[in-house]
């Protein structure tokens, strides 16, 4: 299964680094485009380089893949405005995107049809397609304009998996409370994973 994941400026970075884990050991051949501000976000909260790193980019996405990419071979790194990726066509086919985190300027690009790069071409190609789209945005607490966005685009198709891990399954790390909202973007796309405790069963 071909599946975008793209990774913009919002806090929860570590989502986008445990999605491209879970989608890649799961099998999936995984186009990733990362955000400028997606990428300053990783810097801080992943590696500890604070929110400006000396290094560039190309050596913050090969790190980041390699580290949380469990078959590195298997993600093709897309460049934020390379509008000609086969993601950015609806010729293509892909079934899903991921977007994970979603910031709010995102999702108010994508919202409003003003894309201006491959993340919000490729998110605006899945809803006029009537393919998958995830959303995960992770913002607190929510403005008038936010929500409405919000309620835009679940109307126009998309999924909107906001970043509130349940507390059901006794989660005891951080960890499995991200794992909670990676296997419910997992889920809604139909890719299988272990990576939460399901309601009414005892693995």
Not at 77 to 94: D, H, K, Y
Not at 126 to 149: A, F, G
């Amino acid at each position: 299964m071909r599946v975008f994941l793209g990774i913009s400026g919002a806090s929860g970075a570590a989502y986008g680094a445990r999605g491209l884990s879970a989608l890649t050991r799961a099998g999936c051949k995984v186009g990733l485009c990362i955000s400028e501000s997606g990428l300053k976000v990783i810097a801080h909260e992943l590696f500890g380089l604070g929110a400006d790193p000396t290094e560039g980019r190309e050596v913050l996405i090969e790190r980041f893949v390699n580290e949380y990419a469990e078959s590195p071979g298997e993600v093709t790194v897309l460049g934020l405005q390379e509008l000609t990726a086969p993601f950015a066509s609806g010729s293509s086919l892909a079934p899903a995107a991921v977007i994970m985190p979603c910031s709010g300027s995102t999702l108010g690009a994508i919202a409003h049809g003003a894309g201006r790069n491959l993340i919000h071409r490729c998110a605006d190609v899945m809803l006029k397609e009537r393919r998958t789209l995830v959303l995960v945005p992770r913002e607190t607490p929510l403005s008038p304009i936010y929500l409405e966005n919000l309620l835009t685009l679940s109307r126009a198709g998309a999924t909107i998996l906001p970043a509130m891990p349940g507390l059901y399954n006794h989660p005891t790390s951080v960890e499995d409370m991200i794992d909670f909202i990676v296997g419910k973007a997992l889920d809604t796309i139909g890719v299988e994973h272990d990576l939460m405790r399901r309601w009414g069963t005892d693995g």
